[in-house]
């Protein structure tokens, strides 16, 4: 059974830094792409970056573009969100998802972890 876990959310002030974490089992995972999403109160989910299983190409939605790095360790089949100078527009609940397409739309993802709730204060 495959799983998706997140982890790392919390609340931080603008201007903070949080770094949050997937962890990924149940299949073999060296062919499919990472992506986080968020989904905000109201809001449609909003694609926030996407990263290769190997790391080696990774793409950002402009509002994070700049701020936002993800990373991969496919050892540990974690893969990683950093997320440095937030602002209060940040919040939101973050999921990580995998798929085989490299793709910033989330139909295309087959896989989804619970997600973490991320609250940037002002």
């Known amino acids: 059974q495959v799983q998706l876990v997140e982890s790392g959310g919390g609340l931080v002030q603008a201007g903070g830094s949080l770094r949050l974490s997937c962890a990924a089992s149940g299949r073999t995972f060296s062919t499919y792409n990472m992506n986080w999403f968020r989904q905000a109160p109201g809001k449609e989910r909003e694609f926030v970056g996407v990263i290769t299983w190997s790391g080696d190409l990774a793409s950002y939605g402009d509002s994070v573009k700049g701020r936002f790095t993800i990373s991969a360790d496919n050892a540990k089949n974690l893969t990683y969100l950093q997320m440095n100078s937030l602002k209060p527009e940040d919040t939101a609940i973050y999921y990580c998802?995998?798929?085989?397409?490299?793709?910033?739309?989330?139909?295309?993802?087959?896989?989804w972890g619970q997600g973490t709730q991320v609250t940037v204060s002002f």
């Open positions: 998802a995998a798929a085989e397409k490299y793709s910033k739309y989330a139909g295309v993802y087959e896989y």
